[in-house]
């Protein structure tokens, strides 16, 4: 039997936030025995806002703690697995720490968390300087702000929402507003439920469908088996497992 090439295209990681533990080698050990053999990388929430005070204001310190979370990734290269760091990009819209580095960007909020400055006009710059690379933005936001995103902030971004819209405000309610149909729009499969996953093929197609595990959340092999037992043909599989997420790579801009 062949082996399948399967990248994990959403992990969370980092080190200063110790708990749940999210560590390079945790996610190495959590993997272990699996055919999994690259991951893009997200630095933790917790370590680039305060996710309990809806109204936080950013700080010099949450800066440097930014600045260190999306720097870490930086550093797994080479590391026994291929690694593809994203960008956390938060209120600073600091795109200017973007490097040839990064495969990704991401983006997120749920409703009860600190906004993000959609009018501020460095939020418009940061959406120039993500177009002109080219990178994908896993988007987790609450439904209105998912849907301005996709059509008023950033429209022709490539923008992969996760869980298939688990947490931005569900995946029929995302279904009802148009959303999967645009095709710049992906979807992972992370802790998504089964059902979700098997309407989304049906009705979309599987080619901008991303395998995803939402470590430490989620376990990288249980969330690999819950693809496998889908009964899906194995090109779709290879797709779903990796080919996407390495179209989607193909297309980013270097050097600029
Ligand atoms: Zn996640």
Same mark, same amino acid.
């Given at each position: 039997m062949?082996?399948?090439?399967? =990248?994990?295209?959403?992990a969370h990681c980092g080190i200063q936030e110790p708990?749940?533990?999210?560590?390079?080698?945790?996610?190495?050990? %959590? =993997? *272990? /025995?699996s055919p999994i053999s690259g991951v893009a990388l997200f630095p933790p929430v917790a370590e680039i806002y305060d996710r309990h005070?809806?109204?936080?204001?950013? +700080?010099?310190?949450?800066?440097?703690? *930014? /600045?260190? %979370?999306? @720097?870490?990734l930086t +550093? !797994? /290269?080479? *590391?026994? =697995?291929d690694v593809f760091p994203y960008f956390f990009i938060w209120n600073d819209f600091a795109v200017d720490q973007l490097s040839d580095n990064h495969y990704g960007i991401k983006w997120h909020?749920?409703?009860?968390?600190?906004r993000y400055n959609y009018d501020d006009p460095a939020c418009q710059a940061a959406v120039q300087a993500i177009r002109k690379r080219n990178l994908p933005v896993v988007l987790e936001e609450e439904l209105e702000n998912t #849907?301005?995103?996709?059509?008023? #902030? %950033?429209?022709?971004?490539?923008?992969?929402?996760? @869980?298939?819209?688990?947490?931005?405000?569900?995946?029929?309610? !995302? %279904?009802?507003?148009?959303?999967?149909?645009?095709?710049?729009?992906w979807a992972d499969t992370a802790l998504a439920p089964a059902r979700d996953i098997t309407e989304y093929i049906d009705q979309y197609g599987h080619h901008r469908l991303l395998f995803g595990s939402d470590f430490p959340f989620g376990h990288p092999p249980s969330e690999l088996s819950k693809i496998r037992r889908l009964s899906l043909a194995d090109t779709e599989m290879k797709d779903i497992f990796a080919n996407n997420l390495m179209r989607l790579y193909e297309q980013i801009q270097r050097g600029i």
């Amino acid at each position: 039997m062949h082996t399948m090439r399967v =990248i994990d295209s959403h992990a969370h990681c980092g080190i200063q936030e110790p708990y749940p533990p999210q560590a390079f080698e945790d996610y190495l050990a %959590a =993997i *272990r /025995k699996s055919p999994i053999s690259g991951v893009a990388l997200f630095p933790p929430v917790a370590e680039i806002y305060d996710r309990h005070d809806p109204f936080f204001t950013d +700080t010099p310190s949450w800066r440097e703690s *930014r /600045k260190t %979370a999306n @720097h870490y990734l930086t +550093t !797994l /290269k080479n *590391r026994e =697995i291929d690694v593809f760091p994203y960008f956390f990009i938060w209120n600073d819209f600091a795109v200017d720490q973007l490097s040839d580095n990064h495969y990704g960007i991401k983006w997120h909020r749920h409703d009860d968390e600190p906004r993000y400055n959609y009018d501020d006009p460095a939020c418009q710059a940061a959406v120039q300087a993500i177009r002109k690379r080219n990178l994908p933005v896993v988007l987790e936001e609450e439904l209105e702000n998912t #849907i301005r995103f996709v059509e008023t #902030i %950033a429209p022709g971004l490539t923008v992969i929402i996760p @869980h298939l819209g688990m947490l931005n405000g569900g995946y029929h309610r !995302l %279904a009802s507003a148009g959303i999967w149909e645009n095709p710049n729009v992906w979807a992972d499969t992370a802790l998504a439920p089964a059902r979700d996953i098997t309407e989304y093929i049906d009705q979309y197609g599987h080619h901008r469908l991303l395998f995803g595990s939402d470590f430490p959340f989620g376990h990288p092999p249980s969330e690999l088996s819950k693809i496998r037992r889908l009964s899906l043909a194995d090109t779709e599989m290879k797709d779903i497992f990796a080919n996407n997420l390495m179209r989607l790579y193909e297309q980013i801009q270097r050097g600029i």
